[in-house]
T-cell receptor
């Protein structure tokens, strides 16, 4: 069963627009929620991450919003650029000596110029 | 600072053979995790090694194994390859003090 559900599967946004990707999780033991960006032929690159004690975290054009009660978190990419076209993955990890990342299935983002 | 290095980048193997993949973590990182990425299943955790000990294991058959050396370099072995083992195998390294995982470019394994 999918412990982290990601939507949409694909997204097309115009340059300068806002890209929004959503994830929902089931396991309340998760306490670390990263977003990764992956370009074709490359490994995933850590973009931004959040802990459940924070409702929002912003780094440049990238913002994570976190809703602990709803068990949901989302990535917002402001002023989207063609160079942001990639696959984005949300993930979750439990606390402790456990580096097992549980992944969403990914969102393929295309930003049209 | 060098990133995570995985070798080889590409491999083609025949069904029934075995394969060994290598991962050199970022200098100073002692935790190495392995993931399998396929279009259908996405990214799935294989196992994690820390200080030469397997600390965590995913739900993969025993044909998938790994080890870590004293310099933190890790190898992953898949025996009796099946067509379904075709995937991108990713290695991630982490400092033990934090959850952040940094990935290599992966090894693309094709089983024919």
């Amino acid at each position: 069963q999918q412990q982290v559900k990601q939507s949409p599967q694909s997204l097309i946004v115009q340059k300068g627009g806002i890209s929004i990707i959503n994830c929902a999780y089931e396991n309340t033991a998760f306490d670390y929620f990263p977003w990764y960006q992956q370009f074709p032929g490359k490994g995933p690159a850590l973009l931004i991450a959040i802990r459940p004690d924070v409702s929002e975290k912003k780094e440049g054009r990238f913002t994570i919003s976190f809703n602990k009660s709803a068990k949901q978190f989302s990535l917002h990419i402001m002023d989207s650029q063609p160079g942001d076209s990639a696959t984005y993955f949300c993930a979750a990890m439990r606390a402790g000596n456990n580096r097992k990342l549980i992944w969403g299935l990914g969102t393929s983002l295309a930003v049209n110029p | 600072k060098a990133g995570v290095t995985q070798t080889p980048r590409y491999l083609i193997k025949t069904r029934g053979q075995q394969v060994t993949l290598s991962c050199s973590p970022i200098s100073g990182h002692r935790s190495v995790s392995w993931y399998q990425q396929t279009p259908g299943q996405g990214l799935q955790f294989l196992f994690e090694y820390f200080s030469e000990t397997q600390r965590n294991k995913g739900n993969f058959p025993g044909r998938f194994s790994g080890r870590q050396f004293s310099n933190s370099r890790s190898e992953m072995n898949v025996s009796t390859l099946e067509l379904g083992d075709s995937a991108l195998y990713l290695c991630a390294s982490s400092l033990d003090e934090g959850p952040e995982a940094f990935f290599g470019q992966g090894t693309r394994l094709t089983v024919v």
